[in-house]
């Protein structure tokens, strides 16, 4: 048998491998510094608590926990997500609190609902590129707005959507991710937000309000969430993978109900229901009141990480026109700008290879793949040694372009 | 806003909710025992030797557990089920073998990368209920081949297959679930398989063989694996939900090498990848023999149960004219025909409540949703208590009705 590329849908056909996965392989390299990965620190991950978690669940409800359980999720653990986001200023019943297996099952559910192919999805550049796979894994086709230092241009924005609309070509939803945004760092600010409902609003369209490093910030107070300023047209994903480990896979979706009854109908069909097990596991860890304190471990490691980053940027990155970086008030990641004359993915190979230090290309987040001279910093994952030479690497390799 | 049906996308318009999803709610109402559920006994899942491996892996490799993982899942579990398919004769190096979070995701995937809006797939008749949703809700069409008591009927399939052919709309692939059948609990015999495969390669095409139930047999000989008869045209679904837990939502795609490259590639966007931490406790669960052991465990149980069930059929069942149904030599499921005249769809409220005693109907595994006179029973989950007293009502239900 040679031609199996017959038997694939239209879409598979176009499905490509992730460049930031394929990558990630090469960074692993021994002596490599990567800043390219999206991992949380595994140094925080608290294994004695959640041993002790588990040994509980297993010996109060083992076979429960084990069994197949509800597609909308385990009650206890909707319930303390109920409560966790009353905390957030997020009141909403449990009925509309679905929990999924990661925040990416909630952008493959998300473009499975919503999108046929040839759709228009309204996004932000650059936006997160789990969410340009998923979306463009149905057809979908991304069109990004420019985001500035308070988030997506919401004139550009509006303009966008009208030339769409007018053309008889309505956008499907607006994606955005408002907190530290992946890959930028960038936090959309309130005005923005009010003006994005509005937008919604004024073209009757629905907002994927992706968030999965909202409660992760280090200073300052937070702004309203999407969902809070409307109930109406804001489909929120969450996830526990960056607030506590990624290893479980959950996360959650909260919304209108008629949209949160149709992702789970279509959860039905696509794995039955999250992990019982892991779900279980959460809510006790939940009810024990330490979801709360692993937020504020994780939070005072990362703001010393990204400090130290900039620290380091600052002092070894050439003084030059055109290269900058964003100075994130949470999350996980920063955003430099090279002159536009440089190509971050021009010059990925010889960063690892010679320089061994590793980032992702600003391409990657780009729906339309054009985007140069940018390039996505994690801090979280290294320690401070390594950011400090990783930085000093990537410092002598844009030297040596200038 | 009231229309939210206008931002749903064709296929989500389509989906209905399971209607034995639906159905399971009520018969969980006290006092009534339910043979609807396809789940497995919890008094059986190894909760013990669980926490023991559990705490192994957190303690030997917790942070290694609890981060990201690659998507084509743990090597180390990707090695063990290597090994646990060379014990069915089935050789296969590890790349072909690829971690899913539970075999319905690989019928999600399976719809996804094969299948376009109105494409055919190939069927028996009954068919597993996830699967006719899963392919559904991509917008395939279903066409199913009648089963018999040696599973599909192979000759009308290659008349409904070149019907299709000389039509110009061949199939996309054939579904089958040649293991102990879920609902039917019918084996596919040798001879079938065979023919089966001389199909697929007459037409050239591929077979979807799904398997959840196949390492439960309670005796005889096993049947070939579609995958150990063409290692060129057979994608193979397995899952732990059956032959240790559902819980944890794990199973394996294996097959040829393209059609799991894409796979991987499709699960990216999909969920990233299934849980890691799962699959590291699993791993070192078969790398320590728990498995077969457990498996051994369910076989004696569920053989008793089965045998139970049979016997209390004999007993309670009415001799009538067309009132049969099948002996499965493994499993979870058997399949209850009632004469013509009788509609289990109707007879099931009456059932539930004023019988108290819970089946699934025929026409959920029906894609066409025709099915009238048949159910499907499930002798894994009740004890024998309920077995002896449920059949007994099943009994007098149908008794009623002659």
Redesign the interface.
Known sequence: ?SD??Q??????KN????EI?ELLKLTTKPGVISFA?G??A??L?P?EE??EV??HV??SD????????P?EGDMNLREELRKFMMKEGIDIPVEQIFVI??S??G??LTG?????PG?IIMSGKPTYV?AI??F???GAKMCPVDLDEEGIDTEKLDTEIKRFTDNGQKP??IYVVPDFQNPSGITLKLERRKDLIAIAEKYDM?IVEDSPYRQLRFEGKSEEPLLSLSR??VLSLFTF?KIL?????LGWMAG?A??IQ?AI??K???????????QAVLAEFMKRGLLEKQIQRIIVAYREKRDYMLEKLDEFMPRIEGLKWTRPAGGLFLWVTLPKHMNTSELFKEAVVKKKVAYVMGCSFDPTGLERNTMRLNFSFADKEQIAEGIKRLGELIKDKI
């Open positions: 048998m199996y590329e038997f694939f849908s239209t879409n598979a499905m490509k491998k992730s996965r990965g991992l949380p595994p140094d991950f294994v959640l041993r588990i040994d297993l010996k083992g076979p429960k926990a084990l069994q197949y359980g597609t297996t990661s990416q099952q952008l493959d499975k609902i919503f999108t046929d759709d789990g796979q998923a463009h894994s149905y499907k939803f629905i109406d047209r993978s480990l990624p290893g479980f896979r209108p008629p949209l149709k109908v279509a039905q069909a696509v794995d039955l229901c999250a992990p019982p097990f892991n």
